[in-house]
């Protein structure tokens, strides 16, 4: 098991990042995380035997984002509020910042997991498609719609990009 904590030390901060991206808020990223990584504990010999930890614990973390996104669908939507205490910091940074939250948090969740594999885990199409359990056209789609969107939702952020 030495192994499994040395792999979490390693790879905990992205795990969370990525659980963040996938959910818009600290407390739900770090319930995430920890349902991945007690999932990964449970299979930790096979998994590190096929040597692909990572792989399987981003798998089993949008897997699980789904599966949370399915049942909170029943309940009512989040309301927005100008108040962000989860994000600490100011000036034109938290602003942008702030900008791109709320653009991401108008996403579905599928576009937002398949923005957050495409751009923030740096994964190809077939390999964000393997994530997702889905077929390679629809991170097509997903992310060419998903880009629409946040290019309307977020049109400043564009332009600051072009730059």
């Given at each position: ?8 030390l390693?790879?905990g ?9 996938l959910?818009?808020d ?20 096979r998994?590190s035997r096929?040597?692909?930890p990572?792989a399987y614990?981003?798998q089993?973390m ?23 205490p989860?994000l600490g910091g100011?000036?034109?940074d ?6 791109l939250r ?5 996403l579905?969740?599928?576009?937002r997991?398949?923005v957050?594999?495409r ?5 190809t199409?077939v390999q964000?498609?393997a994530?997702?359990?889905c077929s ?6 997903q ?9 309307a939702?977020a ?9």
């Open positions: 098991m030495e192994d499994f904590e040395a792999w979490v390693a790879r901060a992205s795990l969370a990042r990525s659980a963040y991206l959910t818009g600290v407390h739900l990223a770090e319930d995430l995380v920890q349902d991945t990584l007690a999932r990964v504990a449970d299979r930790w010999r998994v096929r040597g692909a990572d614990a981003r089993v949008h897997h699980l984002a789904i599966d949370r996104w399915r049942r909170r669908r029943a309940r009512p939507r989040e309301v927005l509020t100008d108040a962000h989860e100011s000036g034109p938290l602003e942008r910042r702030l900008v709320e653009a991401l948090l108008r579905t969740p599928k576009q997991a398949v957050s594999l751009f923030y885990e740096d994964l199409e964000a498609a994530v997702l359990g390679v056209s629809t991170v097509k789609s992310t060419r719609v998903a880009l629409e969107r946040l290019r939702l049109p400043d952020l564009i332009e600051e990009v072009r730059r």
